[in-house]
């Protein structure tokens, strides 16, 4: 299982995905919502959560799709109880205390932080830079 906003999706996500993959035999990607980007990243994403959901879900890449839930963030990990949570190498939101949350759970804690592709270019915040920059 993996969680993330996936705004801009660029190669940096799909590497994401692919290195998730390899993890298990199922990959559930979580999206977050509209409003949760709102308060975590203090901003609006770019696009809104059913265009990233259909991207995803179009990239081929993942098993399932899906958004993030609007009130306990940690309820898709109850309900579908993955192996292992795989992390984006910058991934800082609701991952305090992840791992005595899975504890609590039932999980064993098998969390694994994913390496970087390219983050000098592929990253979100870089690319949004860029692109409020460029006259088209």
Known sequence: MIFGTFDIFHPGHRSFLKQAKKFGDYLIVVVARDKT???TKKQKPINKEAIRVKIIKDSQLADKVMLGGMGDKYAVIKK????IICLGYDQKHFIRGLKKKLDNFGLKNNIV???????GIYKSSKLKKLSKNRIF
């Open 37 to 39: 980007v709102e308060i």
């Open 80 to 83: 579908y109880r993955p192996d």
């Open 113 to 119: 932080r994913l390496k970087p592709y390219r983050p």
